[in-house]
């Protein structure tokens, strides 16, 4: 879990507004031309622009185009998923997870993966899924939740969760799998995921 950002996907697929510059931004960062990507984002996102906001994030937290710096990161991670930026929510969970750029907080990570979980998040999912499955950061041992949440991750393409779950399975019973099946066909994004299961808690 220490290197929980080391398989992020940093060119993430972003939304297109119609909004001067920020094109440009985006074709420069795809390009790795990362000083005019940064020229051209920095001032939308102290604009306000939530989409700028996540990339100069992004930016500071890789060192592209601006020396590395994780407070920056964080500060520019924190306006972007308070907006409802669900791959912000994604990275400043990662970073309270880690204790980069800001005090180390479990509580807090958890609440962000949350937030981007919910929202249909793959990577989230899969990461919540690794906390439920094996009690980390302070989150319960429950093998269906941990089923649900890479369930849904592997439907949308998470590999890593696919693989996860192939190998709970095995630790599993009968009406935990249905119970685990059963959860994930119900969920739709923007619900609420549950805290716990009634035949998976405690694990095995």
């Known amino acids: 879990m220490k290197k929980i950002l080391l398989g992020m996907t940093l060119a993430m697929a972003v939304q297109m507004p119609a909004v001067a510059g920020y094109k440009e931004g985006i074709a420069a960062y ?12 920095k001032p939308l996102a102290k604009a306000g622009l939530t989409d700028a906001q996540y990339m100069v994030g992004l930016m500071y937290y890789t060192g592209r185009g601006v020396p590395q710096d ?21 990275i400043l969970g990662s970073m309270y997870y880690t204790g980069q750029g800001v005090p180390q907080d479990y509580a807090l990570a958890v609440s962000w993966f949350r937030k981007a979980a919910e929202q249909g998040h793959a990577e989230a999912q899969y990461l919540l899924g690794l906390m439920y499955r094996h009690h980390a950061g302070g989150m319960p041992r429950d093998l269906v939740i941990a089923y649900m949440l890479w369930n849904l991750a592997a439907a949308s393409g998470s590999s890593n969760a696919f693989d996860q779950r192939t190998a709970l399975v095995k630790h599993m019973n009968k009406a935990q799998i249905e119970e685990g099946q059963a959860l994930s066909s119900a969920w739709r994004v923007g619900m609420a995921l549950p805290a716990s299961s009634k035949t998976g808690a405690d694990g095995e």
């Open 30 to 41: 795809t390009a790795k031309n990362y000083v005019v990507a940064m020229r051209e984002l």
């Open 70 to 90: 994780y407070r920056q990161s964080a500060a520019w991670q924190q306006i972007a998923a308070g907006k409802g930026k669900a791959d912000a929510q994604y």
